[in-house]
């Protein structure tokens, strides 16, 4: 049996291990991975490759050829530049016996609309009577391929006989363009004549082809009908001058020695380069 002073040690000693509180265990800190010390090696920048040209004459690019350019005059509220002039006459002709006349007016009873009035009674037995004006906006120094059509407003039947030739037949109808202005000039003998090369009568020239005449076969008094001509069989060329400009011209060209009235109702000019199709 154990003595009274060393059993109440034990117990004391057993009490105290019961009340203490354990302390756990530190968790270990993982230790951090190194860092590889040293200058770091650059990333590679790929280099192109480059494309190799090939050698020789290089193919030209073509030229766009421009279309074709149009003008078209109806006539409806004024000449719209068309200007009237006369030829293969005496300069100092007898107003009283040519009868040369022309304007601006409404077309004649039957007809609507306004046209270009032209009139001239042919004593020299080769009266040249044309309209003319100057279009602008083409290529500089280029030559064209001229179309054109035309309305007359006539009265002259088909298959009469005149002075001279038919009143209908024998007014050829002619259509052309030129670099120069078209004008007159005075001959050697004091007639006025054309300064550009119209043809004569029924032949053509460089500057204007015949078209057709004035006779309209459904003519059968003195009404006007309308006739439609156009150079479609009869080409054209002409060059524009250095700043894109042509002159237009149409006329009559009469072997009939007696009086023509007619009207210019509508033109329609059409040029393309040459070689544009």
């Known amino acids: 049996m154990r003595p009274p002073a060393l059993l109440a040690l034990t117990l004391l000693a057993l009490a105290a291990c019961s009340e203490a509180t354990p302390t756990p ?31 020789g004459t290089p193919i030209p690019t073509p030229t766009a ?42 077309l004649p009873d039957g007809l609507e609309g306004n046209g270009i009035y032209v009139q001239g009674h042919n004593r020299s037995d080769d009266l040249f009577m044309f309209l003319k004006r100057r279009v602008e906006g083409l290529q500089p120094d280029t030559s064209y391929v001229v179309e054109v059509s035309l309305d007359l407003a006539t009265n002259v039947g088909a298959g009469l006989i005149g002075i001279g030739g038919s009143p209908g037949e024998s007014v050829f109808v002619k259509a052309g363009a030129s670099s120069v202005e078209p004008g007159t000039v005075v001959d050697s003998i004091g007639h006025s004549r054309m300064n550009i090369d119209k043809g004569n009568q029924s032949q053509g020239g ?4 015949v078209i057709g005449n004035v ?29 894109g400009r042509v002159w237009l011209i149409v006329g009559t060209d009469s072997g009939f ?10 033109i329609t000019y059409r040029l393309q380069v040459v070689g544009g199709g």
């Open 206 to 209: 460089e500057a204007m082809v």
């Open 65 to 106: 050829i421009p279309g074709p350019v149009g003008f078209s005059f109806t006539f409806d509220s004024d000449a719209e530049g068309w200007t009237v002039g006369f030829a293969d006459l005496p300069a100092d002709y007898d107003q009283s016996i040519y009868e040369l006349d022309h304007g601006h007016r409404p």
């Open 25 to 55: 265990a530190p968790i270990a800190t993982p230790l951090p991975l190194s860092t590889p010390t040293g200058t770091p090696l650059p990333t590679p920048t790929p280099t192109p490759v480059p494309v190799a040209t090939p050698t």
């Open 257 to 266: 020695e007696g009086l023509t009235t007619l009207y210019y109702d509508s």
């Open 215 to 243: 006779a309209h076969p459904d003519v059968t008094g003195r009404e006007y009908l309308i006739k439609t001509l156009n150079n479609d069989e009869r080409p054209l060329t002409v060059e524009a001058d250095g700043e």
